[in-house]
């Protein structure tokens, strides 16, 4: 099978993960919001709202970065769309509610006409930037309205379940670990570094919460902050990431503990920063691999 073949079975494979995010996402951050009179009827779509902001967006950076070759026969259109969009609806999936649908879309549009041909992970910048600006008018807050307005006491189902704190679609743990089953049978995703970064995650988490006798926060923490969304979708970029096997384990145990490191400094931040930090060096980790 050619490789741009097995390319548009991996994101046709990540957008059928992401439909049951999706649903529970607007059902979460939308539908139980309206039936608990926490927001009014429109404000019920703002998750779908901001999602087609960003897809939006990303389509629209990609007819202007390509208007020239737009008339041409052989132009495909959806070809060219289909990695701008997953990256928009994959770092929609992690940003807060309160988020302006119009700085994501601006954002995701500059990034499909200015990211295309970086070898880093893009999804990182659009999150850095989107975030950053949120940071900055006071958008930043990861809990819905009904969060902000009670003080909830969540079991261990609670949050694998998905009613913990995160992203808009990037609260459900069963859904994720569905999402990296399906996505481990294509040949191009990188399983490997997925599967490392997360066993370093999760026992660097593990150990240092026992040693504190804090066993309470260890499921809030390896649960929450998006952290195992971004480790499943949005490390594993095809171009942004080693190629090598031994490269892509050892870059996934650098994403793991830096992302263990960092939470300290920032945790809704740790991980893509970590993912990016190890973006920037795949080149490096993979020359180590290659048999000269």
């Not at 804090?214 to 190629?243: H, K, Q, R």
Request: aromatic content about 14%; some cysteine.
């Amino acid at each position: 099978m050619k490789k741009h073949s097995l390319n548009t079975q991996l994101y046709l494979t990540y957008l059928i993960c992401f439909i049951p995010l999706f649903i529970y996402g607007f059902y979460k951050n939308g539908i139980r919001l309206y039936y608990k009179d926490v927001i009014g009827a429109l404000e019920m779509f703002r998750p779908i709202l901001i999602l087609v902001s960003g897809v939006t967006g990303a389509i629209l950076g990609v007819i202007i970065r390509e208007h020239k070759n737009i008339k041409d026969k052989n132009f495909n259109l959806l070809n060219k769309c289909k990695e701008c969009v997953v990256e928009a609806i994959l770092t929609v999936a992690i940003l807060p509610l309160k988020t302006n649908p119009l700085i994501v879309f601006a954002v995701t549009c500059l990034a499909s006409i200015l990211l295309y041909k970086i070898k880093i992970n893009k999804m990182c910048i659009m999150y850095i930037v989107i975030e950053g600006i949120n940071v900055l008018i006071g958008n930043n807050n990861f809990r819905n309205p009904y969060e902000l307005s009670t003080v909830l006491n969540y079991d261990a189902m609670d949050l694998f379940l998905g009613k913990g704190l995160g992203g808009i679609y990037a609260t459900s743990i069963i859904f994720i670990i569905v999402g990296a089953i399906l996505l481990s049978f294509n040949k191009l995703y990188k399983k490997e570094m997925v599967y490392s970064s997360l066993i370093v995650f999760l026992l660097s988490g593990a150990i240092f919460y026992m040693i504190k006798g804090d066993y309470a926060s260890i499921l809030p923490y390896i649960f929450g902050y998006n952290v195992l969304f971004i480790m499943v979708f949005i490390s594993p970029c095809i171009y942004s990431s080693c190629y090598t096997v031994k490269g892509q384990i050892l870059s996934g145990i650098l994403i793991g503990l830096m992302t263990f490191l960092l939470s300290f400094i920032t945790l809704y931040t740790s991980c893509i920063l970590a993912v990016l930090i190890t973006s920037l060096t795949k080149n490096v980790l993979d020359r180590i691999f290659v048999i000269k």
